[in-house]
């Protein structure tokens, strides 16, 4: 079978092309009634399904008498675990300890026992009950949780027991917290209250805080420093000139001085530039690097052309892990090798040793043209060369090679796909699927295949489930069980090709790249027709409705509406049109026209390089987008373009081709309406 045959049976035949593999006495067994799966065989008409989707609109709703209610119609259901726990959930504050280890004891091994465990664990956390969390923890299996992690770590201090994680690990968590989250603050919190953090330390977190436009993160920090100190701080992080004028003669500290300034530049305020003046003296000369570090930085987001002169004057020192970052990408943006390599080199180890960094440490020893640079340059390539990430594909490319993907064509044995076919959260993730609930399917089957057993499944049970996920027409997590296996790697599972005939047809219409169709929607909703984003965009190419209605519009469809997204050949011909609209009009770049589908194209039109900057490479450009988000997108699509293209092709490709340099502003005339 073809690598695009195995895609268009799969799309025709879905789930009975799985029981035929599986074998007869497996689906003979699965649709008797005592069989987990017999309602994910029968149709969505089964009273059980109907009565488990009666309960999700009430767990919604938190109607917990009508949960209680249904529960025993479950009994049998593949999903009877799901229900149980919406049971219990949505009343989960009143429960008794009795309920909880029961529910533990009646599905222990499932998702959902170890889902109940988590929930239960972070409310035991807030009730400080540390006996009852140790007991608990004990059979707690996914272990991915950091909100769980401070709160063992607080437990065991509480009661003198060892400490799995130290306290430096413990202070790693809380700079990591994100804002709403607050139980590694409360194990910092004991920690300062013992006086074993520094007071450098709690400022740099209320300095993160302050520049990454993070209140409760900030105010978290600085009630640490005084416990009164949230009036204050409120005041000085929402408006820092009133708070300077008003109170910074009588500052308790030079720290919280610079605290406003940071926050008059995240602000852009326009007293800036006579605050720095009048201020910046009464700082010692830590502080005024850590208030030019947030300057230069956000300089840098800017695109601001004296972001690089900035950064020259603040030493390595005084960066955080971020900053250098930034420092690096406006060093790239004025080809200043040797700050790029002095920079990555004085960064931390996990964060130099991350693929982006190590490949620019190894573009600046190729700078150098010395031969001991160049041979060092060539080691660390080679190294990356070896992933299909983005930079691996672009290490690749520095060393002159051309992509070449080679399609094994893997497919596991009948009795792997029946081992794998009958593991309970693998059943009870495919009955989620089959009756539309898409998060809780996802959730439970990430379980399966990555943390119910330490590690996750083998690459032998990986190749069972990603090829089971297929058949039936999971593309995502076909592509998640795919994309798991590292040392054998399935590109026919974690690059695959539904939607053949149609994807095809809509890409020859307008003239794209059939890859750049299939690398995009790749990354935009996984292959899922009805996937919806939180801010409204809806189906395989993930359409905005007004950008919809616009492109509908310029095509001259007549009666269109956005309804109609989710019919995916309506929403291939909306969406791949408005794709083409993007490359005309940014010169037919694939990387600007990612990032104009990403993020809109008024913003990819502003982050052109300037006329007086001239042409950027491509890489470069891509690395210095301001978005985390859009850069990471754009990085995606290029490299799941270019493993299409060599896929479809079988043959190799060249990445240079797809990455032609950047050109000077452009794209976007000032009464251009593109959405």
Same mark, same amino acid.
Request: with cysteine; proline share 5%.
């Given at each position: 079978?073809?690598?695009?045959?195995?895609?268009?049976?799969?799309?025709?035949?879905?789930?009975?092309?799985?029981?035929?593999?599986?074998?007869?006495?497996?689906?003979?067994?699965?649709?008797?009634?005592?069989?987990?799966?017999?309602?994910?065989?029968?149709?969505?008409?089964?009273?059980?399904?109907?009565?488990?989707?009666?309960?999700?609109?009430?767990?919604?709703?938190?109607?917990?008498?009508?949960?209680?209610?249904?529960?025993?119609?479950?009994?049998?259901?593949?999903?009877?675990?799901? %229900?149980?726990?919406?049971?219990?959930?949505?009343?989960?504050?009143?429960?008794?300890?009795?309920?909880?280890?029961?529910?533990?004891?009646?599905?222990?091994?499932?998702?959902?026992?170890?889902?109940?465990?988590?929930?239960?664990?972070?409310?035991?956390?807030?009730?400080?009950?540390?006996?009852?969390?140790?007991?608990?923890?004990?059979?707690?299996?996914?272990?991915?949780?950091?909100?769980?992690?401070?709160?063992?770590?607080?437990?065991?201090?509480?009661?003198?027991?060892?400490?799995?994680?130290?306290?430096?690990?413990?202070?790693?968590?809380?700079?990591?917290?994100?804002? %709403?989250?607050?139980?590694?603050?409360?194990?910092?919190?004991?920690?300062?209250?013992?006086?074993?953090?520094?007071?450098?330390?709690?400022?740099?977190?209320?300095?993160?805080?302050?520049?990454?436009?993070?209140?409760?993160?900030?105010?978290?920090?600085?009630?640490?420093?005084?416990?009164?100190?949230?009036?204050?701080?409120?005041?000085?992080?929402?408006?820092?000139?009133?708070?300077?004028?008003?109170?910074?003669?009588?500052?308790?500290?030079?720290?919280?001085?610079?605290?406003?300034?940071?926050?008059?530049?995240?602000?852009?305020?326009?007293?800036?530039?006579?605050?720095?003046?009048?201020?910046?003296?009464?700082?010692?000369?830590?502080?005024?690097?850590?208030?030019?570090?947030?300057?230069?930085?956000?300089?840098?987001?800017?695109?601001?052309?004296?972001?690089?002169?900035?950064?020259?004057?603040?030493?390595?020192?005084?960066?955080?892990?971020?900053?250098?970052?930034?420092?690096?990408?406006?060093?790239?943006?004025?080809?200043?090798?040797?700050?790029?390599?002095?920079?990555?080199?004085?960064?931390?180890?996990?964060?130099?040793?991350?693929?982006?960094?190590?490949?620019?440490?190894?573009?600046?020893?190729?700078?150098?043209?010395?031969?001991?640079?160049?041979?060092?340059?060539?080691?660390?390539?080679?190294?990356?060369?070896?992933?299909?990430?983005?930079?691996?594909?672009?290490?690749?490319?520095?060393?002159?090679?051309?992509?070449?993907?080679?399609?094994?064509?893997?497919?596991?044995?009948?009795?792997?796909?029946?081992?794998?076919?009958?593991?309970?959260?693998?059943?009870?993730?495919?009955?989620?699927?089959?009756?539309?609930?898409?998060?809780?399917?996802?959730?439970?089957?990430?379980?399966?295949?990555?943390?119910?057993?330490?590690?996750?499944?083998?690459?032998?049970?990986?190749?069972?489930?990603?090829?089971?996920?297929?058949?039936?027409?999971?593309?995502?997590?076909?592509?998640?069980?795919?994309?798991?296996?590292?040392?054998?790697?399935?590109?026919?599972?974690?690059?695959?090709?539904?939607?053949?005939?149609?994807?095809?047809?809509?890409?020859?219409?307008?003239?794209?790249?059939?890859?750049?169709?299939?690398?995009?929607?790749?990354?935009?909703?996984?292959?899922?027709?009805?996937?919806?984003?939180?801010?409204?965009?809806?189906?395989?190419?993930?359409?905005?409705?007004?950008?919809?209605?616009?492109?509908?519009?310029?095509?001259?469809?007549?009666?269109?509406?956005?309804?109609?997204?989710?019919?995916?050949?309506?929403?291939?011909?909306? %969406?791949?049109?408005?794709?083409?609209?993007?490359?005309?009009?940014?010169?037919?770049?694939?990387?600007?026209?990612?990032?104009?589908?990403?993020?809109?194209?008024?913003?990819?039109?502003?982050?052109?390089?300037?006329?007086?900057?001239?042409?950027?490479?491509?890489?470069?450009?891509?690395?210095?987008?301001?978005?985390?988000?859009?850069?990471?997108?754009?990085?995606?699509?290029?490299?799941?373009?270019?493993?299409?293209?060599?896929?479809?092709?079988?043959?190799?490709?060249?990445?240079?081709?797809?990455?032609?340099?950047?050109?000077?502003?452009?794209?976007?005339?000032?009464?251009?309406?593109?959405?």
């Amino acid at each position: 079978m073809s690598f695009t045959t195995h895609t268009r049976e799969s799309q025709r035949n879905g789930s009975k092309h799985l029981w035929r593999i599986i074998g007869l006495s497996v689906l003979l067994s699965m649709l008797t009634l005592a069989s987990p799966l017999a309602s994910w065989a029968a149709s969505k008409s089964n009273v059980g399904d109907k009565n488990l989707l009666a309960m999700q609109a009430a767990y919604a709703r938190n109607q917990t008498t009508r949960l209680t209610a249904l529960l025993p119609t479950l009994t049998g259901h593949p999903l009877e675990s799901l %229900g149980a726990y919406w049971t219990l959930k949505a009343n989960l504050e009143n429960a008794t300890p009795q309920a909880v280890n029961a529910f533990f004891k009646r599905w222990q091994g499932t998702y959902w026992e170890d889902r109940l465990r988590n929930d239960w664990m972070l409310l035991l956390i807030d009730r400080q009950a540390w006996p009852a969390l140790i007991d608990a923890h004990n059979g707690y299996r996914m272990r991915d949780d950091d909100q769980i992690t401070c709160g063992m770590w607080r437990a065991q201090r509480k009661l003198g027991q060892p400490q799995t994680v130290d306290a430096a690990a413990i202070i790693a968590l809380w700079f990591q917290e994100a804002p %709403g989250y607050r139980r590694c603050q409360q194990a910092v919190s004991d920690l300062a209250a013992d006086q074993q953090i520094s007071a450098d330390l709690i400022w740099a977190r209320a300095r993160q805080g302050a520049e990454n436009d993070s209140r409760s993160t900030m105010l978290g920090a600085l009630t640490l420093i005084d416990t009164a100190a949230e009036p204050a701080g409120k005041t000085l992080f929402g408006q820092p000139y009133l708070w300077l004028e008003r109170y910074g003669q009588q500052a308790p500290s030079s720290d919280w001085i610079a605290l406003a300034l940071i926050r008059m530049a995240v602000n852009d305020n326009r007293y800036l530039t006579p605050s720095l003046e009048r201020w910046m003296p009464t700082l010692d000369a830590t502080q005024q690097q850590q208030v030019e570090a947030t300057i230069a930085t956000l300089a840098a987001r800017r695109s601001e052309p004296n972001a690089h002169a900035l950064f020259a004057r603040i030493d390595n020192r005084y960066l955080t892990d971020r900053q250098r970052a930034w420092k690096v990408r406006a060093a790239l943006r004025h080809q200043d090798w040797s700050v790029v390599s002095a920079t990555v080199q004085s960064m931390q180890a996990d964060q130099q040793g991350e693929s982006v960094w190590q490949y620019w440490l190894a573009r600046a020893h190729l700078a150098t043209q010395n031969a001991d640079a160049i041979a060092q340059a060539r080691g660390i390539l080679s190294r990356i060369a070896k992933g299909d990430d983005y930079y691996g594909l672009l290490a690749r490319d520095t060393l002159g090679q051309k992509i070449i993907i080679a399609d094994k064509r893997l497919k596991p044995s009948k009795a792997d796909l029946k081992r794998v076919g009958m593991d309970p959260n693998i059943r009870a993730a495919l009955s989620a699927f089959q009756l539309n609930l898409e998060g809780e399917a996802s959730r439970q089957w990430t379980y399966a295949v990555a943390l119910h057993q330490p590690g996750g499944m083998d690459e032998r049970d990986l190749l069972a489930a990603a090829e089971i996920a297929c058949q039936v027409g999971w593309w995502n997590r076909c592509i998640h069980a795919g994309t798991r296996m590292q040392t054998t790697p399935s590109f026919m599972h974690s690059y695959p090709q539904p939607f053949e005939t149609d994807i095809l047809a809509q890409a020859k219409e307008v003239a794209i790249h059939p890859a750049f169709f299939y690398g995009l929607i790749r990354q935009e909703s996984r292959f899922n027709p009805t996937a919806r984003s939180h801010a409204g965009a809806f189906g395989l190419m993930q359409v905005m409705p007004s950008t919809a209605i616009w492109t509908a519009k310029k095509m001259g469809l007549q009666r269109f509406t956005p309804q109609q997204l989710g019919e995916h050949k309506t929403n291939l011909k909306v %969406g791949g049109n408005y794709l083409k609209i993007l490359l005309e009009k940014f010169d037919n770049s694939v990387p600007l026209a990612a990032a104009a589908y990403n993020a809109g194209p008024r913003r990819a039109s502003r982050w052109r390089p300037s006329v007086e900057a001239g042409t950027m490479e491509a890489a470069i450009w891509i690395e210095c987008i301001p978005f985390n988000e859009t850069r990471q997108y754009v990085q995606n699509v290029i490299a799941n373009h270019a493993i299409y293209a060599a896929l479809q092709t079988q043959t190799a490709f060249d990445l240079a081709g797809l990455m032609p340099p950047i050109t000077p502003i452009g794209g976007l005339e000032p009464e251009d309406d593109t959405p």
